[in-house]
C-alpha cells in the first residue's frame, strides 16, 4: 500500500465494443474494418456523410443487422452467439431506438405509443400507461397524450419517440438522424430533450448523425468515411 491517490479512469468503462466489422451489401463495402467502443453513460455520435456507413454501423451495434465479420459485444456477450429470441429479448430490455421519422404506430394515440415498450415486456395498461404519462410529461408533450401521430407536429411527434425510447430504462439509446426531419428549432428541442433524460438516467447513446450541431451534443465524435473511423482530428 503506497497511501497514493489512485487516478480516476478518463474513458467509463465499455458497454457496447465491435471490432473489425465488414459489412457488404453486395459490391458495396458498407462497413471496412469497424473497431467502436461505446462506454457506460457516454454519448457518441457517429457523423459522417451520406453513404459512409453510419446507419449500418449503428444496426450492426444493436443487434439488427449481422455483420459479415467481426464481433459485436454488449456487456461482454457475443451477439453473433446469441439466438434470434434472446437478441430480440436484449433489444426490447436494454436497448431504445428513436429513428428520423418517428415510426410511432399511427393507429395508436401518444400515450398507447410510448406505454408499447411496457406493454410488450409483459406490463399491464393501466401502469404502463400511468408511467407512460409520465414520460410524455418529461419531454413536454403531455398535452399530446390523446393524440395520434397524424395530429401531431414533427417535434411533437419526435419527442413522443424518444419518451417511448426511454420509458423502459435501456442501458443504450440508437438515435438515427433523430432530428432529420426537423427544422434546426424543434431539431434543438429534441436533442435538449433528448440529452437531458439521458443524462439524468445514465443511458448510453450512439447517435447517428451528418450534422455538426447535433454531433456538438456528444462526449465523443466519431468520424465514418466509406466504411471506415477516421483518426481522431488532432488538436
Ligand atoms: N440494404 C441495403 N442494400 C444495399 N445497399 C445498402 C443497404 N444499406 C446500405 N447500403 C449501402 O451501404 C452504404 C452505407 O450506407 P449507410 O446507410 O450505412 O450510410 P449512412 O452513412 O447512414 O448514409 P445516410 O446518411 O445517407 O443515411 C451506402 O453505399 C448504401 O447505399
Redesign the pocket.
Known sequence: MTGAATAQPVVPEPILTAEELRLS??P?R?LDGVDIEIGAGEVVALL??????????LHCLAGILRPDSGRVRYRGAALDELSEEALGRLRRAEFGFVFQFGSLVPELTAVENVALPLRLGGARRRPAEDQARQWLDRLGVADVAGKHPGEMSGGQGQRVAVARALVAGPRVVFAD?PTGALDTFNGELVMEELMGAVRAEGTSVVL?T?EMRVAAYADRVVG?CD?AVLAPAGI
Open positions: 451489401f453486395g458495396t458498407a459522417g456523410p451520406s453513404g459512409s456507413g453510419k446507419s449500418t454501423l438522424e447517428v451528418h465514418l466504411g
